[in-house]
């Protein structure tokens, strides 16, 4: 066997390492509320339809997201930095460089945060126009709920998160702030599919909530095409794309593509099929 497959093998390994076990506190927490708070009457996330394909896409997700991010780090850092060496290139991202670096962590980590988010509102409203194809498969989920988190179209992937997380990492924020930026991403990515009728009372407006992101999963014509901002609400009180009907839950939810298929095979070549 190759270096390479030996290295993603044993990458593979370390991630899942780490997965099932937030993956177990998230579904213990998650479906502890829901039974108190549940958004919609709904069956339990365990008994969804499509749960394999959701927990395919939970597992595969985070090895694909890190292979990608270092991959792409080295080619940025061979392009536009011209670092090509390894001890180099390892020296050049160990913590961050020039001006950002030289911040506190926990200023570089909320730097980090509220860039990105504004970044993935602009790229989320591309993706709801000339890029739908590809975006389409994360809101195939009818029976929304914390475990559909994960189901994002690999090139959805490339282009979202894990360019943005590149962009920042090359701007010369320390990677040091995925510490903290990592788990509250999880979790908090998690929380707002999650069946729960929460919107947080007056902080609706700074913090995307389970209700927030659930309108956003709704058809069309009840408000699908609204509350792009993964973190902060903010970008879409600002560009007008805000949506929070009051007394009003969201219900019924991916129904815009028909023509989904249910496993995640069929999903990943959809978009290339049309
Ligand atoms: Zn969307
Ligand atoms: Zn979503």
């Known amino acids: 066997m190759s270096n390479l497959a030996m290295e993603v093998l044993l990458m593979l390994g370390q991630t899942i390492e780490k997965v099932v076990p937030v993956t177990i506190a998230l579904a213990l927490i998650f479906s502890v509320l829901a039974h108190f708070w549940a958004c919609n009457d709904a069956a339990p996330w365990w008994r969804k339809r499509e749960l394999v394909t959701d ?24 392009l536009v ?16 460089h020039g001006p ?19 970044m993935l509102y602009w790229l989320h409203r591309l993706f709801h126009r000339e890029l739908w194809k590809y975006h389409a498969v994360h809101h195939s989920s009818e029976e929304l709920d914390w475990i559909s988190a994960a189901r994002f179209h690999p090139i959805n992937l490339i282009i979202g998160t894990i360019s943005v997380d590149v962009i920042l990492l090359m701007a010369g924020i320390s990677p040091n702030v995925m510490l903290w930026v990592g788990p509250f991403n999880i979790f908090h990515s998690a929380f707002v599919h999650a069946n729960l009728n929460w919107t947080l009372g007056p902080f609706k407006y700074v913090l995307a909530t389970p209700v927030f992101h659930r309108w956003h999963h709704t058809a069309l014509e009840a408000g699908g095409n609204t509350n792009f901002a993964g973190t902060f609400p903010l970008w879409d ?3 007008g794309t805000f949506r929070m009907p009051e007394n009003e839950l969201p219900e019924n939810y991916g129904k815009d593509e028909a023509a989904m298929p249910s496993e995640i ?4 070549v959809f978009p290339f099929r049309r």
Not at 55 to 78: D, H, K, N
Not at 81 to 96: K, Q, T, V
């Open 55 to 78: 927990i395919v896409y939970w597992f595969f997700v985070p090895v694909f997201a890190r292979v990608i991010r270092i991959g792409l780090l080295v080619v940025g850092a061979s």
């Open 265 to 268: 095979v069929g999903q990943l």
């Open 237 to 239: 009180i600002l560009f």
């Open 81 to 96: 930095f011209h670092i090509n060496d390894a001890d180099e290139l390892i020296a050049f991202y160990d913590n961050g």
């Open 100 to 118: 950002l670096s030289q911040l506190p962590l926990w200023a570089q980590a909320l730097l980090f945060v509220v860039l990105a988010d504004f």
